[in-house]
């Protein structure tokens, strides 16, 4: 199968996406090529061997990645109407969270130990990151937008809850939470980005989600272990009740 990204050389691929927009407005051809196509787990059957310019996606998808938020800035420059450009950033947003959508689900078909895994990780993170500059450049417009309708725009106090695992632990409940599909949300980022602003641990009254987020992909096996026996209490005090 021809997917117009692995065959030729580095440069090749670039004149690839290149004339694939100049044929489609469509910002996001090529990384769909890439996460809908070229890293489907059928490709790896096909072509057991990882070749070099796969190895050079995860450069790739973050130079692609780049122009497209600079597309997206460019786009919404002219426009004087706040509706107009909430609608064209929620274009962009709606696209990286289908293809993080896709992606998430092509790694957990992927073999623990298959060379495109860590590919399609480094290329999921590149998502999360387009998709939370998005947010954070367009994120206070919505947010404005919704409180202007709401007649309401004073910040709400937060109220943080205590918990007695450690930063790390909870990252990895909160992982596990998402991959299992228990707590189902657009982005894992989201999920911590929404979460932990309202925990604290004993040692640590405000936590970074990111880096919470960023630590739950490369668990301690100590943490691991704390976090599973929390939850068997969890288990055991759900099985007690009446």
């Known amino acids: ?20 927009r100049e044929d489609n407005s469509y910002p996001f051809t090529w990384m ?32 692609e990645a780049g122009r497209i938020f600079a597309a997206l800035k460019s786009q919404t420059f002219g426009l004087f109407s706040n509706r107009k450009v909430r609608i064209v950033a929620d274009r962009y947003l709606s696209a990286v969270q289908l293809l993080l959508s896709q992606a ?30 998005i947010q954070k450049r367009y994120g206070t417009l919505l947010t404005k937008s919704e409180n202007s309708h709401l007649g309401n ?23 596990a939470a998402d991959d299992a599909k228990v707590i189902v949300s657009n982005s894992i980022s989201m999920i911590f980005k929404t979460v932990v ?10 936590i970074s989600w990111d880096s919470m987020r960023s630590n739950s ?21 759900i099985r007690d009740y009446k």
Not at 51 to 60: G, I, P
Not at 160 to 170: A, G
Not at 197 to 206: A, F, G, I, V
């Open 1 to 20: 199968m021809n997917t117009g990204i692995n065959q030729g050389c580095p440069q090749t691929a670039c004149m690839n996406r290149k004339s694939m």
């Open 32 to 63: 769909d090529e890439v996460v809908e196509v070229t890293l489907h787990p059928g490709m790896a059957r096909e072509k057991p061997r990882i070749n070099y310019l796969e190895k050079d996606l995860s450069e790739q998808f973050r130079l």
């Open 104 to 133: 998430r689900i092509h790694e957990t078909a992927y073999p623990k130990n298959s060379a495109r895994r860590p590919i399609i990780r480094d290329i999921i993170g590149c998502l999360e990151g387009l998709e939370l500059q």
């Open 153 to 175: 725009s004073a910040s709400p106090q937060i109220f943080k809850m205590l918990c007695r695992l450690t930063v790390d632990q909870l990252g990895i409940i909160l992982r």
């Open 197 to 206: 602003p309202y925990l604290s641990t004993e040692n640590r009254k405000d």
């Open 217 to 237: 992909y490369h668990p301690e096996e100590s943490d691991k272990q704390i976090a599973i026996e929390a939850l068997e209490k969890l288990i055991n005090k």
